[in-house]
C-alpha cells in the first residue's frame, strides 16, 4: 500500500519570502501522479498542482512549483512571494495511476501560516 | 466554471440515526469519490464508483455505508446507523474520464450526538 508522509506538522513565513513544505511517499509503482491540495479554514479542498511521475520536469504553476526527485520518492512544494491568503492546511496526496478506482492517498498535512 | 456541490453543508443527528450525504458531481465526469476527515487529521479515502458500481472502497467503509446514484445526476453517501465515531468533515469529488485531477466538493459536517 501507498503511504505519504509529510514531516512538517506547521511552518510559518513571513508574507513576500519564500517557504518549502515537504512531502515523502511510498510506492512500488512506476506509473503515478503527485498532488498538493490546499485547504483553508473553509475547508474546501483546493488543488494547488500536480506533477505526473513520468515527466522529469517539475510542474509549475505560477508562485507554486514542485521539486520532484523521483529516485528519493520526494515530492516538495515551493511557495514564492507568499501571500496572507496561503495561509492553509496544505496536503500532499499520491494517486497510483493503475488503479481502477484511482483514489488520492493524502499526507497528515502541514499547517502553512503567512505572517504580515 | 462547474463545481461538485454537497448539501447539507452540516448535518446533525443522534447516534444510531441514519444520515443521507448528497453531492451533484460535474456532469460529464465520470468518477465518483467519498473521502472523509475526522477533525485535525488527514482525509481518507471511503470509496470509489465508477459505472454504477463500487470500483474500490476502504476498511472505513463497512457494511453501516452504502452508495447510490439514483438519478444520474446525483451521488449519495447513506450512513445507515451513525457512531459517535462517524463525526467527521465527508468530502465528493469527481473526476473526469481523461484527466486525472479529482474535483471536490466544499464538504458535509457531519456532527454525531
Known amino acids: 500500500a501507498q503511504t505519504v508522509t509529510q514531516s512538517q506538522p506547521e511552518m510559518s513565513v513571513q508574507e513576500a519570502e519564500t517557504v518549502t513544505l515537504s512531502c515523502t511517499y511510498d510506492t512500488s509503482e512506476n506509473n503515478y501522479y503527485l498532488f498538493w491540495y490546499k485547504q483553508p479554514p473553509s475547508r474546501q479542498m483546493i488543488l494547488v498542482i500536480r506533477q505526473e511521475a513520468y515527466k522529469q520536469q517539475n510542474a509549475t504553476e505560477n508562485r507554486f512549483s514542485v521539486n520532484f526527485q523521483k529516485a528519493a520518492k520526494s515530492f516538495s512544494l515551493k511557495i514564492s512571494d507568499s501571500q496572507l491568503g496561503d495561509t492553509a492546511m496544505y496536503f500532499c496526496?499520491?494517486?497510483?495511476?493503475?488503479?481502477?478506482?484511482?483514489?488520492?492517498?493524502f499526507g497528515a498535512g502541514t499547517i502553512l501560516r503567512v505572517k504580515s | 466554471e462547474p463545481e461538485v456541490t454537497q448539501t447539507p453543508s452540516h448535518q446533525v443527528t443522534q447516534m444510531g440515526q441514519e444520515v443521507i450525504l448528497r453531492c451533484v458531481p460535474i456532469?460529464?465526469?465520470?468518477?465518483f469519490y467519498w473521502y472523509r476527515q475526522i477533525l485535525g487529521q488527514k482525509v481518507e479515502f471511503l470509496v470509489s464508483f465508477y459505472n454504477n458500481e463500487i470500483s474500490e472502497k476502504s476498511e472505513i467503509f463497512d457494511d453501516q455505508f452504502s452508495v447510490e446514484r439514483p438519478d444520474g445526476s446525483n451521488f449519495t453517501l447513506k450512513i445507515r446507523s451513525t457512531k459517535l465515531e462517524d463525526s467527521a468533515m465527508y468530502f465528493c469529488a469527481s473526476r473526469a474520464g481523461d484527466y486525472n485531477e479529482q474535483f471536490f466538493g466544499p464538504g458535509t459536517r457531519l456532527t454525531v450526538l
Open positions: 496526496a499520491f494517486m497510483n495511476s493503475v488503479d481502477y478506482g484511482n483514489k488520492l492517498v
Open positions: 456532469s460529464n465526469h465520470l468518477y
